[in-house]
């Protein structure tokens, strides 16, 4: 994050309203020469070297200038206490110069700058800490006259001192300096939230990323599941058809040509799947689920607006219609239309692999499938076959590994049970609008 953090770069007008110093203070430095100027022009005041203080005057507004000009330069916003604190107190020394150059006392309201800074490089307290320093420096420069022991012919030109007319500069001064605190604070919140709002868009941006490369994992994933439940499922069918017209092909002629018919219909199933696979990745780049891997027929419907409604109760019928190895005892109850399109879709696929498995692994000669749709779908998968080790890991079974991904998504629970030689048993808990809780449990049972 730091990283990207580092390519936001400020434009000229974002620079000025961070350092708002660099234009307030160059014009409060040419303020200081134009109005000497003006008092010279209109004989209010003329030093007694003219030349020789106004080209002083001129190298330490230059100076102040120039501080001004490096500290942005070297250090930005962000200086290091000491360096800042440093660069101050160089400040203040050059406006103890000044009023041996300055017969105007325009100069004295520089000593606002240095608070102004204070607090908006340190804070609050080192902000107060420098005004109260700033106002001693001043109460020094505005007396240097009356107490100090320079030779009166450097000092003649100096302002009148008198007790009103420091009154009225330290009211001034005071009120200015209220001013520029205030305007430190309104600074430092600005800042502080400017990097709010660009830490939060660079954040925005990783998690766009993050939700993009997330959206392709699971559409990879779903893709993987669907190529595995549907066209593994009519492959396992074609497979074991072909075996079984093979081992007719001499005895019996006719169950050998049912077992090729049966073998062509699901290579024609798997074709349309394909198809419909292929045509939903060209579609929208994030198709329903309820639109790919089933075929067509009575099963799936159109709606009004052209998509298609999966009925779960019709495609269980047709998919247990097609599966006569075996002895399926069927059961299903309960109203789908409460259910959504996703929980319904993964009840089909759940069953679609389970007798996927049994038909290549189980040796099962009985199938128990109980599906109940009330408060919550309820499924429950049971076989007598040889069982498995429940103590592999998941990955060593893709098809497993898919029902676990497929109910985690509705948000349901799934129970496997099985041991060798005692069959194998798949309970399915899903909520009707599938929340985003899941869990994955697996246990040991022994077949009735």
């Known amino acids: 994050m730091k990283q990207q953090a580092n390519t936001f770069k400020p434009s000229r007008r974002e620079k000025l309203a961070e350092r708002p110093t660099r234009w307030v203070g160059t014009a409060l430095f040419l303020g200081v020469i134009l109005v000497n100027i003006y008092y010279v022009l209109a004989g209010i005041c003329r030093p007694e070297n003219l030349a020789l203080s106004m080209g002083l005057l001129t190298f330490y507004m230059v100076a102040l200038w120039g501080i001004d000009v490096y500290e942005d330069r070297r250090y930005g ?77 450097i000092v003649s030109h ?35 939230s400017r990097l709010e709002a660009e830490t939060l868009y660079v954040e925005l941006e990783q998690s766009q990323k993050q939700v993009a490369e997330l959206a392709m994992v699971a559409e990879r994933n779903r893709i993987a599941r669907d190529i595995h439940d549907s066209l593994g499922h009519h492959l396992t069918a074609v497979s074991i058809q072909l075996e079984k017209a093979k081992a007719f092909q001499k005895i019996d002629a006719t169950e050998a ?142 098809g497993l590994q898919g029902l676990q991904e497929r109910v985690e998504l509705v948000g349901g629970q799934l129970k496997i049970a099985s041991e060798l030689g005692s069959g194998t048993r798949i309970a399915v808990n899903i909520p009707k609008q599938g929340l985003k809780t899941s869990s994955l449990k697996t246990s040991s049972f022994k077949s009735k």
């Open 158 to 192: 100096l302002a009148v001192v008198t007790d009103e007319l420091f009154i009225a500069y330290s009211f001034i001064l005071l009120i200015g300096m209220v001013f520029v605190l205030l305007m430190a604070e309104v600074l430092r919140y600005e800042k502080a």
């Open 77 to 153: 916003i962000n200086l290091p206490i000491v360096a800042g604190l440093s660069l101050i107190a160089l400040r203040l020394g050059i406006l103890q110069l000044i009023p041996f150059v300055d017969c105007t006392g325009f100069h004295r309201f520089l000593y606002m700058v240095p608070p102004f800074l204070a607090y908006l490089y340190f804070g609050r307290r080192p902000g107060f800490a420098v005004a109260v320093i700033s106002y001693i420096f001043f109460m020094i420069d505005f007396y240097r006259a009356i107490y100090s022991d320079i030779d009166s012919s």
């Open 257 to 398: 040509g049912k077992a090729l018919d049966s073998a062509k219909r699901s290579t024609t199933e798997a074709l349309q799947d394909v198809r419909k696979s292929v045509g939903s990745l060209r579609e929208s780049p994030a198709p329903s689920p309820v639109r790919n891997g089933m075929k067509s027929g009575r099963a799936n419907s159109l709606r009004s607006d052209g998509t298609q409604d999966f009925k779960l109760s019709d495609s269980l019928d047709e998919l247990i219609k097609g599966y006569k190895e075996v002895k399926v005892n069927y059961k299903f109850s309960g109203d789908e239309s409460d259910f959504t399109q996703p929980v319904l879709m993964a009840i089909y696929r759940i069953i679609q692999e389970g007798l996927t498995n049994i038909r290549k692994h189980a040796k099962a000669t009985e199938i128990n499938i109980e599906v109940r749709l009330e408060n919550r779908a309820k499924l429950q998968l049971e076989d007598n076959g040889v069982g498995f080790d429940i103590s592999e890991k998941p990955d060593q079974h893709f």
